[in-house]
């Protein structure tokens, strides 16, 4: 069984900086991609970024320039840095395991979960 377990989450002036991290067990890491999604309340689920086996990323354009997604496979932990964060970032973080290793922004591709860490950004 899959477990994904995230930290990092907190709350941040406009302007400041966090790491959020996602820790997986239960399938070999290295071989699917992972992403990063948000939810605002009232809002859908969207796409953050997200990072293939072999490091290649691609991102919403929303946080283009200010979020990196990295990985370490060795850790099986997945991160995303985010600076410049904005009151328009609020929203709970989901890292997300994809059942592939491929392209896409889909959360429907993503077939594990975590449970969500809260990003709340004051102006």
């Given amino acids: 069984q899959v477990q994904?377990?995230?930290?990092?989450?907190g709350l941040v002036q406009t302007g400041g900086s966090l790491r959020l991290s996602c820790t997986a067990s239960g399938r070999t890491f290295?071989?699917?991609a992972m992403g990063w999604f948000r939810q605002a309340p009232g809002k859908e689920r969207?796409?953050?970024?997200?990072i293939?086996?072999?490091g290649s990323r691609y991102y919403a354009d929303s946080v283009k320039g200010r979020f990196t997604i990295s990985r370490d496979n060795a850790k099986n932990t997945v991160f995303l840095q985010m600076n410049s964060l904005k009151p328009e970032d609020t929203a709970?973080?989901?890292c997300a395991q994809q059942g592939g290793n491929y392209y896409s922004t889909d959360?429907?591709?993503y077939d594990n979960w975590?449970?969500?860490t809260q990003v709340t950004v004051s102006s």
């Avoid at 994904?4 to 989450?9: A, I, R």
């Avoid at 969207?46 to 997200?50: D, L, R, S």
């Fill in 4 to 9: 994904l377990v995230e930290s990092g989450g």
């Fill in 30 to 32: 290295n071989m699917y």
């Fill in 46 to 50: 969207e796409f953050v970024e997200a």
């Fill in 52 to 54: 293939r086996w072999n």
């Fill in 92 to 94: 709970v973080y989901y």
């Fill in 107 to 109: 959360s429907r591709e």
């Fill in 114 to 116: 975590g449970q969500g």
